[in-house]
C-alpha cells in the first residue's frame, strides 16, 4: 500500500506542472480567444465580463480540449467519454467541433437519464417514507419524467401538466407532484409549487401570503380506490349551486376572481407561466445555471428572497429573456450555456487570491455526484453495483446493466450511494445533495474491498492492457480512459519508473497505476 500511495502522489504531481504566467499543460490553451463563439453566447459572455471587471476580478484562460471535452460529457450526460471518444475528439482540427460536440450529447439517451435524475431529486421520486409514493407511482412518475425530456417537451408545459394533472397516480403520473408535498393540506401543496417553479421557500413567507396561495391548491381532492396504493387526485369544486367566486390574491399582488366551476390550479398555473411579474423564467434559467456551474446567479437557487439578490441581475433577467424567447426549449437555451467563454473558461483560477467564485472568473472545481461517480466506474471496470431498497414491496427488479443515474426510486440505493452523497429526496432542496468531499469517502476508495475489487478483478481493463503494443502505449490507454487525456511526458517518466511490490509482473503496474489515476482529484472531480 506504501507504494502504491508514493505512486498516487508522484501522479498527481505531475499531472499539475504550475508554471506562473504561461498555460498549466494540459488544462489549458495557449490562446486567450476562441473563435466561432455564437452570438448568443458572446452576449451572455459580455453580461458576465462586464460584472467580472466592475468587480476587478481576472479572467481565467481558456480550458484545453481535453479539459472540454471531459466537462462537457459530464455535465451535459453525467458519463465519461470512452477512449475511442477521446481519441477521435482530440485529433479532430476542426474549429467548431467543440460546439458539434454539445449538439451530439443533447441528443444522446444519456441526456434523459442524467437530467431526469436531476429533477426527481427535486421532484421527490421516491416511495418511502417520508414522501410515500409508492413503488408503482415513483416508477410510473420517473418514467414520466425522463420520457418528458427524451421527447425535450418544453419546460412551461412540463410545469403545466404537474400543477393542474388529474388521475390516478399509477396511470396518470404528473399526479404524483401534489402526492410527493407530504400532505394534502392546500398549504403544503401550495409551498411545493411555489420551491419548484418560483424558487421560494413559504416558510420565508408571511402567513397572509402562504394563506393566499394556498387557495389556488384549496379544491384538490384525494380518493383512495379499490386497487393496492391507488389514488385519484382529482378537481373538487363547490358542492350545491349558488356559490359565490371566491376573491383570491397571486403572488404577485394580484387580485383574482375564481368561479366554482374553475380549477384554481388553472388560475395559478396560467399566472406563473404567461406574466411579465412571475418569477417562473428566472427560477427555471437559474436552476439550470446551478446545475451547469454548481452555483447559481440567486444561491441557492431555491431559496430566493429579498435579502437573497442575484449577483448578476443583468445576466439572470437575460437568461430569463432568452429561456422565454426559445418557448422554454431547454436543449437551446444549454447550447446558449455551453458554447460560451464562460463555460469554457479554464478550472485553474487566475491569481492566487481566493476571490472570484460568485463572478466565474474559472470554471468551478466540485466532486462528481455519487450516482456519477459509480458509474465511471463501473464502466470503466465493467463491474457492477448491487442496489437495495429497505422495503422491498413490490418486488422490483433492475437489470445488471441499470446505472445508479437511472434508478426510477429515491428509495433504491447503495452502501456507495449513501456514502458519496446522494440526496434523500426527502424535502426537494436541492441542498440535500452533498457534494463536500469526506474522510470516509477517500479511506473507501484508498482501501475498501468493494472499491479495490472492482480495479482488481476487471477483465475489461486487464484485456484492454494485455492488447496493448508496449507498456507506454497502456499508460496512454489508461489516460485516456480515466481522465480523456494523453499522459505527460512526466507522468510517463513516473509510470515507468514505478515497481509494484513483489515483483508481481506488468499487469499488476498497470492495474497499480489504474488504481491511483481512480484516486486521483483528476478523476474524481469535475473540472
Aim: contains cysteine; neutral net charge.
Amino acid at each position: 500500500m506504501l507504494m502504491r500511495a508514493t505512486l498516487l502522489v508522484l501522479l498527481g504531481i505531475a499531472a499539475c506542472p504550475l508554471a506562473m504566467g504561461m498555460p498549466v499543460v494540459p488544462f489549458e490553451m495557449d490562446s486567450q480567444e476562441r473563435s466561432l463563439v455564437p452570438p448568443l453566447s458572446a452576449a451572455l459572455d459580455n453580461l458576465v465580463s462586464v460584472k467580472q471587471k466592475a468587480a476587478g476580478v481576472p479572467r481565467a484562460r481558456m480550458c484545453s480540449d481535453e479539459v472540454f471535452l471531459r466537462r462537457v460529457f459530464l455535465d451535459v450526460i453525467g458519463t465519461l467519454p470512452t477512449r475511442e471518444e477521446a481519441v477521435e475528439f482530440l485529433a479532430d482540427k476542426d474549429a467548431g467541433k467543440r460546439r458539434a460536440l454539445i449538439d451530439r450529447l443533447l441528443e444522446r439517451s444519456e441526456f434523459a437519464d442524467y437530467w431526469g435524475m436531476r429533477w426527481a431529486d427535486i421532484l421527490r421520486v421516491k416511495s418511502e417514507f417520508p414522501v410515500n409514493l409508492w413503488p408503482n407511482a415513483a416508477q410510473a412518475y420517473d418514467g414520466w419524467i425522463r420520457a418528458c425530456i427524451r421527447q425535450n417537451m418544453p419546460y412551461s408545459e412540463f410545469a403545466h401538466r404537474l400543477l393542474t394533472a388529474e388521475g390516478s397516480n399509477f396511470r396518470d403520473p404528473p399526479v404524483n407532484f401534489l402526492r410527493s408535498a407530504g400532505s394534502r393540506e392546500p398549504e403544503a401543496l401550495a409551498a411545493a409549487a411555489a420551491l419548484v417553479f418560483m424558487g421560494e421557500r413559504t416558510s420565508n413567507w408571511t402567513p397572509e401570503k402562504r394563506a393566499d396561495l394556498a387557495v389556488f391548491f384549496s379544491r384538490v381532492g384525494f380518493k383512495k380506490t379499490g386497487e393496492w396504493k391507488e389514488e385519484i387526485v382529482f378537481f373538487n369544486p363547490p358542492q350545491g349551486g349558488g356559490s359565490a367566486p371566491v376573491s383570491a390574491r397571486l403572488p404577485d399582488g394580484t387580485r383574482v376572481k375564481i368561479k366554482p366551476e374553475t380549477d384554481p390550479r388553472e388560475v395559478f398555473a396560467r399566472w406563473l407561466l404567461s406574466s411579465a411579474n412571475s418569477p417562473f423564467a428566472r427560477n427555471a434559467a437559474n436552476r439550470i445555471w446551478f446545475w451547469i456551474f454548481g452555483r447559481g446567479i440567486v444561491h441557492e437557487p431555491d431559496d430566493s428572497r429579498p435579502d437573497n439578490p442575484p449577483t448578476n441581475p443583468e445576466l439572470l433577467a437575460w437568461l430569463a429573456r432568452q429561456l422565454q424567447a426559445a418557448k422554454y426549449d431547454t436543449k437551446q437555451f444549454l447550447r446558449i450555456i455551453l458554447n460560451s467563454d464562460t463555460y469554457q473558461l479554464s478550472p485553474i483560477p487566475p491569481d492566487d487570491k481566493v476571490r472570484g467564485a460568485a463572478e466565474l472568473a474559472s470554471y468551478p472545481v466540485r466532486r462528481l455526484e455519487a450516482e456519477v461517480l459509480i458509474d465511471a466506474i463501473n464502466r470503466i471496470t465493467g463491474a457492477k453495483e448491487e442496489y437495495m431498497s429497505m422495503i422491498p414491496e413490490p418486488f422490483t427488479y433492475l437489470p445488471d446493466d441499470t446505472r445508479s443515474m437511472a434508478l426510477p426510486d429515491g428509495s433504491i440505493t447503495s452502501s456507495f450511494l449513501e456514502l458519496f452523497g446522494r440526496p434523500p429526496r426527502d424535502t426537494g432542496l436541492l441542498v440535500e445533495r452533498a457534494v463536500n468531499v469526506t474522510a470516509s469517502q477517500r479511506l473507501s476508495l484508498l482501501n475498501s474491498k468493494h472499491m479495490l475489487s472492482k480495479i482488481n478483478s476487471s477483465r475489461k481493463l486487464k484485456d484492454l492492457l494485455q492488447s496493448a503494443p508496449n507498456e507506454e502505449e497502456a499508460v496512454s490507454r489508461l489516460y485516456l480512459t480515466f481522465l480523456s487525456r494523453y499522459p505527460t511526458q512526466d507522468e510517463i517518466a513516473v509510470a515507468r519508473a514505478y515497481k509494484p511490490p513483489g515483483n508481481t509482473g506488468k499487469i499488476q503496474k498497470l492495474t497499480d497505476i489504474a488504481w491511483a489515476l481512480m484516486n486521483s482529484p483528476e478523476f474524481l472531480y469535475r473540472h
